[in-house]
């Protein structure tokens, strides 16, 4: 199986908790619940790639990437989860993932990849997951479905020393079609909060999801 992630992307991913990298023209973008968004425009697509920093209350790190990993239960709480598994693809395990989008907007769908990795830095303990777009011959796209072919994420997480998680994450997707750019800006101002809202309620009923599955 081919290396997915080289070690330089997962470095590069945590020691943007440290040191925001936001030079080459990003910009701020918002604020919201302890959450700061910046955005770097791309003349090439026309579309924004976004850095997220801030901290997740309330939630250790071990248990926010064990819940961000878990697809089956992401489809318990993530409303927008019209289909979501991994499967392995020809040797190569691979997640293909349906979003919901508003009407009259078609839904996206990915086939995607990604990986975790579990850090000691320095007795520094950090959590890296990195994903990006696959190209799966055996999952061809739906019709009225459109395929996001271009997406990246990164996410780098770790105590925050009172509770709760540091979280850094950097992401770009380009849902192809003609959506509005401000209905761009709208999801992503949105979005995140909303995200870390039900995330953060995620992590607190975990354990009794986890308990009832057994």
Request: charged share 25%; aromatic share 14%.
């Given at each position: 199986?081919?290396?997915?992630?080289?070690?330089?992307?997962?470095?590069?991913?945590?020691?943007?908790?440290?040191?925001?990298?936001?030079?080459?023209?990003?910009?701020?973008?918002?604020?919201?619940?302890?959450?700061?968004?910046?955005?770097?425009?791309?003349?090439?697509?026309?579309?924004?790639?976004?850095?997220?920093?801030?901290?997740?209350?309330?939630?250790?790190?071990?248990?926010?990437?064990?819940?961000?990993?878990?697809?089956?239960?992401?489809?318990?709480?993530?409303?927008?989860?019209?289909?979501?598994?991994?499967?392995?693809?020809?040797?190569?395990?691979?997640?293909?993932?349906?979003?919901?989008?508003?009407?009259?907007?078609?839904?996206?769908?990915?086939?995607?990849?990604?990986?975790?990795?579990?850090?000691?830095?320095?007795?520094?303990?950090?959590?890296?997951?990195?994903?990006?777009?696959?190209?799966?011959?055996?999952?061809?796209?739906?019709?009225?479905?459109?395929r996001v072919k271009d997406y990246k994420q990164s996410l780098a997480m770790e105590s925050d020393g009172s509770g709760g998680t540091k979280v850094f994450m950097n992401y770009f997707d380009n849902p192809g079609g003609m959506i509005p750019s401000w209905l761009v800006n709208w999801a992503?101002?949105?979005?995140?909060?909303?995200?870390?809202?039900?995330?953060?309620?995620?992590?607190?009923?975990?354990?009794?999801?986890?308990?009832?599955?057994?």
């Amino acid at each position: 199986m081919a290396l997915l992630f080289s070690d330089e992307e997962v470095q590069q991913a945590w020691t943007e908790l440290d040191e925001p990298q936001l030079d080459g023209g990003w910009e701020f973008f918002t604020e919201t619940m302890n959450v700061k968004i910046y955005r770097l425009y791309s003349k090439e697509t026309g579309l924004y790639e976004y850095k997220v920093f801030g901290s997740l209350t309330g939630c250790a790190p071990d248990l926010c990437a064990d819940v961000y990993m878990d697809l089956n239960y992401r489809k318990q709480w993530d409303s927008y989860v019209k289909e979501l598994h991994e499967k392995d693809y020809g040797g190569q395990k691979a997640i293909y993932w349906e979003v919901k989008y508003p009407l009259p907007l078609s839904n996206r769908d990915y086939v995607y990849v990604r990986e975790r990795r579990d850090l000691d830095v320095g007795g520094r303990k950090i959590c890296v997951v990195l994903a990006k777009s696959w190209s799966v011959s055996q999952c061809p796209e739906k019709r009225g479905v459109i395929r996001v072919k271009d997406y990246k994420q990164s996410l780098a997480m770790e105590s925050d020393g009172s509770g709760g998680t540091k979280v850094f994450m950097n992401y770009f997707d380009n849902p192809g079609g003609m959506i509005p750019s401000w209905l761009v800006n709208w999801a992503a101002k949105t979005g995140v909060p909303a995200f870390l809202t039900d995330m953060k309620k995620a992590c607190s009923n975990y354990s009794s999801y986890c308990n009832n599955s057994k």
